[in-house]
């Protein structure tokens, strides 16, 4: 089962928008809206951000954002911060070849 | 408060078998489903496994297919996970992880446990 493709890395001064990109296949990302993403801080658990491509959980601030268009998703993350600096994490269901959930390899988002 | 708190991880020759479990609190387990997310040191999210709130739906990544089994007891509030033929491959840190409730259409992880570090070496 191949991963989700992601950068590697992404950078941006405090205050910048950063987008970071999620492609997939029609199986998955493409396949319906339940895509997510995770923030990971060094040493610690991830922290979902997004869900069903769009949704905040509660106390996640506004400036986190999320998109789809056809295979490709998106996080976008407006008036960068020196705290959203971490690894962020991309996953989809997958309904082909078999059922499950996949995962991005993962983007490291650096604040210059 | 949702609390999940994994056990059972440690150091296993290759070949060798080892039980995880997660113990929940706070939540109405058995009203959710729930997932086995795993993370290689240094390397990034990989799902493992995925279990229905009644057990009656059961997904698996193509890697652990047939050597892992992921089960649930609800009575006691609980998730296992079986690892049977272990790999060098398999060592990472094992996270129990909050998928959706039974009522609902989606794919997320909305709750994690601190993890269980597995380690296959001879």
């Known amino acids: 089962q191949s991963a989700l493709t992601q950068p590697a890395s992404v950078s941006g001064s405090p205050g910048q928008s950063i987008t970071i990109s999620c492609t997939g296949t029609?199986?998955?990302?493409?396949?319906?809206?339940?895509v997510s993403w995770y923030q990971q801080h060094p040493g610690k658990v991830p922290k979902l951000m997004l869900y069903d491509v769009s949704n905040r959980p509660s106390g996640v601030p506004d400036r986190f954002s999320g998109s789809k268009s056809g295979n490709t998703a998106s996080l976008t993350i407006s008036g960068l911060q020196a705290e959203d600096e971490a690894d962020y994490y991309c996953?989809?269901?997958?309904?082909?070849?078999?059922?499950?959930?996949?995962f991005g390899g993962g983007t490291k988002v650096t604040v210059l | 408060e949702v609390q999940l708190v994994e056990s059972g991880g440690g150091l296993v020759q290759p070949g060798g078998s080892l039980r995880l479990s997660c113990a929940a609190s706070?939540?109405?387990?058995?009203?959710?489903?729930m997932n086995w997310v795993r993370q290689a040191p240094g390397k990034g999210l990989d799902w493992v496994s995925y279990i229905s709130s009644a057990s009656t739906s059961i997904y698996y990544a193509d890697s652990v297919r047939g050597r892992f089994t992921i089960s649930r007891d609800n009575a006691r509030t609980s998730l296992y996970l079986q690892m049977n033929s272990l790999r060098d491959e398999d060592t990472a840190v094992y996270y129990c992880?909050?998928?959706?409730?039974?009522?609902?259409?989606?794919?997320?992880?909305?709750?994690w446990g601190q993890g269980t570090l597995v380690t296959v070496s001879s």
């Open positions: 706070g939540f109405s387990f058995n009203t959710y489903n």
């Open positions: 992880a909050r998928g959706l409730s039974r009522d609902r259409s989606g794919w997320y992880f909305d709750s």
């Open positions: 029609s199986s998955d990302v493409g396949g319906d809206n339940y």
């Open positions: 996953s989809a269901h997958r309904t082909t070849p078999t059922l499950g959930g996949v």
